[in-house]
C-alpha cells in the first residue's frame, strides 16, 4: 500500500517508526525532544511510545 502522504498522526499510535520521515518529526514535537534524542531512546528501549517517554523522563 502507498504511502498517505496526508497523514498527521501515526498509524500505530503506540509506536515509533523512525524510517518514515514524517514520524520522525511527529515524534520529536510530540515529545519535545530532537531526533538524536528520540533515536537514542528508541535504540535503548525500542519502539513502543510508553517506553520511550519512561526512557525520556515524559
Known sequence: ???NLKR?????PKKIN???AWEVDYWTKALG???????QAV????VMVS??????GL
Open 1 to 3: 500500500m502507498p504511502d
Open 8 to 12: 498527521t498522526q501515526p498509524e500505530d
Open 18 to 20: 523512525l524510517a518514515q
Open 33 to 39: 525532544v530532537s531526533e538524536a534524542r528520540l533515536r
Open 43 to 46: 535504540k535503548a528501549v525500542g
Open 51 to 56: 517506553d520511550v517517554k519512561i526512557y525520556l
